[in-house]
């Protein structure tokens, strides 16, 4: 859509309850509306900037001109990612963090997450095929919560899986709530937070023992650029950063699920094997349904795009979901089809569900490779190493809530392995 020279701005006091209403689809609305890649509208009472497409993405990710610090709203903060945390910090000391993140995304050490993922789909898809009905969404919360703590170094007790189970994904479906929803979030936080700072605390006294390498133990000695250890309660929340993330590649692994039950002949042609064909499969599922709606920061200085003028300060958020389903990026782009990746010329602005930019210099999400990878050993399960039936549901995903799922959180019932 062309972008219009004169400024686009949201008539009323605040839209707010708009963007409840309509969700993932609040910005794409109205850029189609205005036929503008961005406007001013005003939430939770501020004026905010929102920009959608390929050419706001490579904008937006311009360190010289925003930051993050100051962006994500502290009951984001509170659930999501945790007061301070990587996600709100920028320049020197965001990169120097974001090393210790990425020291985790090799080649070897996703081989290793995904075997432990492996290992808990074989567990319980054989307990599944003894119970009447498996409500998908939750087991597989439980197997990556198993997987990710292992990985990390924690040891869970079985008694225990459940409830951290439930607590990781409470605190990934309240960032997007209000009231009752919201407050269940804080909590889960609260308890997760506290289980780990006890945890950090017991390995720097060396009252546990943890694998010198896992993330367990690179949060409980990493040093900041100054030289100083985090303190118990950021170590915390960022050893939460890591596990968390993978806990919510549930929520991809069930629109998974649901691709192969709506279409049939993508589950054939996963059946064959084509290693390059699952590759195609697990970014369309990742471009077509609903993850991030969008993302913020705010301006650093003055600059003008687009025919308007960002003043130092601004919230801007950028529109993950709109720029996924752009028709000037993607051809019929309401369709699920994987083999539009087959040609695809990988862009780090174009194809942006979990950010945009060079994850190594960005606050692009650093890890895209272990997502694709647990989806792709998931599906593999779903479709070569199991057979099931899906009876009827309401497999309906709400465009309005953030973040979203479909409602029966997908029932399978009468698993064979």
Not at 211 to 223: D, I, S
Request: with cysteine; aromatic share 12%.
């Amino acid at each position: 859509m062309p972008v219009l020279e004169h400024v686009r701005k949201e008539k009323g006091l605040d839209h707010t309850l708009a963007l409840l209403r309509e969700g993932y689809l609040f910005i794409g609305n109205r850029a189609a509306k205005y036929k503008t890649d961005v406007f001013e509208t005003h939430i939770m009472g501020e004026k905010a900037i929102c920009m959608t497409g390929e050419e706001a993405a490579k904008v937006f990710y311009d360190s010289e001109l925003f930051q993050r610090n100051g962006a994500a709203p502290m009951r984001v903060q509170k659930t999501l990612f945790g007061v301070n945390a990587i996600q709100t910090m920028d320049g020197k000391a965001h990169l120097h963090r974001k090393q210790l993140f990425l020291s985790f995304m090799s080649q070897s050490n996703y081989q290793k997450l995904t075997q432990l993922v492996k290992e808990q789909w074989e567990i319980y898809s054989n307990e599944w095929v003894r119970r009447d009905q498996i409500v998908l969404f939750d087991e597989v919360n439980e197997i990556l919560c198993r997987a990710a703590c292992s990985f990390a170094g924690i040891k869970l007790e079985e008694s225990e899986v459940k409830s951290r189970a439930k607590d990781f994904n409470d605190m990934v479906d309240s960032f997007g709530k209000v009231g009752s929803d919201h407050r269940k979030g804080k909590k889960a936080r609260t308890r997760t937070e506290d289980w780990i700072k006890n945890m950090i605390e017991a390995v720097r006294l060396g009252q546990i023992p943890v694998q010198e390498g896992t993330p367990l133990y690179a949060m409980a000695t990493y040093q900041s650029l100054e030289g100083s250890q985090m303190d118990q309660e950021m170590a915390a929340i960022e050893l939460i950063n890591f596990i968390r993330p993978i806990v919510a590649i549930s929520t991809y692994i069930i629109f998974s699920a649901l691709s192969l039950y709506n279409f049939p002949q993508c589950k054939e042609q996963l059946i064959k094997g084509d290693p390059a064909y699952a590759d195609w499969f697990v970014q369309e599922v990742r471009r077509f349904y609903p993850f991030g709606p969008f993302v913020g920061a705010r301006v650093i200085k003055d600059f003008q795009w687009g025919g308007m003028d960002f003043k130092t300060g601004t919230l801007v958020l950028l529109d993950l979901y709109g720029t996924n389903h752009d028709d000037r990026l993607w051809s019929n782009p309401n369709k699920f089809d994987p083999m539009r990746f087959k040609d695809w010329k990988e862009n780090l602005y174009s194809f942006i569900p979990q950010g945009g930019g060079d994850p190594t210099k960005t606050h692009r999400c650093p890890g895209e490779g272990i997502v694709t990878e647990v989806m792709k050993i998931s599906i593999n399960f779903l479709v070569k190493q199991m057979e099931y039936e899906v009876p009827e549901q309401n497999l309906i995903y709400p465009m309005n809530q953030i973040p979203t799922l479909p409602e029966s959180r997908f029932i399978i019932t009468n698993v064979k392995r």
